[in-house]
């Protein structure tokens, strides 16, 4: 290492010195016929670890264990460990950044070889926690991290999948950065690294994305359309797909600020709101504010009126209208004359027992519910029937009886012409016409 090493704690290490290169397990000679060879290969990691330094070695012939030994400085070590049975050993009780030295002894029962070459090794910056904002925003990604000691700085790196990165920011020395520059709905990538004179850290990662603005000016139609309810808003920047809500209900997606909902219930008030999402629905805006819509009721249809069935009354029945509660019963003396509401029944038949006798009357019927009436149906004409006339006396007539007719005879020993008379006239004395 070129750079000089820097310590930290130094009095809590417990060092035992191996002078001049003497190994711990130097107390006697080695027995060359049992002793293993020299380790070979001894390497220490250089900051790729943020808790440790890890050393390894090649396997050295006949060795049943290893003893790793370590230093502050090049010329002799402290053991630091006497039972490794493998070749490679972390050491975790360094202090970030600080360099130290290493040599490693190949062992079989109580003889061990001579010291290894050392390398030296430090344990690097830790790695960041890295959290970067869901949606939490609609103009900016927040990426924050927990500080790394002994970093001097961090850089940032953004992409737009795992893969890697195409943006970066450089000597940050804060442990956040606002990225204002991300596309609403783009899910990104985001690296962390912390930076030291010595080293850099790994990185770390986490995702992050920028959300849409909710959708402004939210109408609904109220009672305009039969089949449907229009439901328009403010177009959103970034060209995204929007989700109509009807109550608790996705009603249905839209790349344009409009949409027809034939799916709602006629008859009822529905609530409506949106959301502006990206291409997959992955990433959404919150919801807009709410507006009520409704479908008009659809008019009644055949409406018929009776033409004079009964005299005391106009009976009028019409098919039921979905949704309605109740109609409205309109009628007037001609078609295109003023209405008048003659009643709210809430079935489909009425009587109309105000209408003059003998009158023709125009009518129409409404479908009506809480939120309001239907167009006026197809009219139809009707008419009470006259009452059938009673005689009844205004006078009393008497009979004068005819004259009995009176006669006087001539005695019948009396020759001459029959006699004359007159129905009714007085007695009257007829004489015989002497024939000369």
Known sequence: MTSRPRFRNLAVLTVTLCLLGIGASSARPPDPNLTPPVPTNVRASDGVYGHKVRITWNASAGATHYVVLRSPWSWGGAVLTNNVTGTSYDDTGTGTLDVYYYWVQACVTGDC????AYDSGFRGLATPVVDASDGDYSDRVLVDWDAVPEADSYTVY????SAGWQEHWTDITETFYIDYTAVAGVRYYYWVRAVSTMDESNDGQDTGYRTFSPPTGVSASDGIYTALV???WSAVAGNPKYQVWRDAVKAGTTTAATFSDYG????ALHQYGVKACNSDESICSAMSSRDGGNRRLYAPTHLSATDGTYADKVRLTWNASEGAGAYEVMRAASQGGAQTEIGTPETTTFDDTTGAAGVTYF????ACS???CSDLSGYDTGYRANPTPTRTPTRTRTRTPTPTATYTLRPTNTPGPSPTWVPGAAPRM???????
């Open 430 to 436: 007829f004489l015989p016409i002497l024939m000369k």
């Open 230 to 232: 229009s439901v328009t």
């Open 264 to 267: 709602a219930v006629v008859g």
């Open 370 to 372: 809480f939120i309001g």
């Open 363 to 366: 009518y129409w019927v409404k």
């Open 113 to 116: 070889s001579d010291l290894s």
């Open 158 to 161: 953004r992409g737009v999948s």
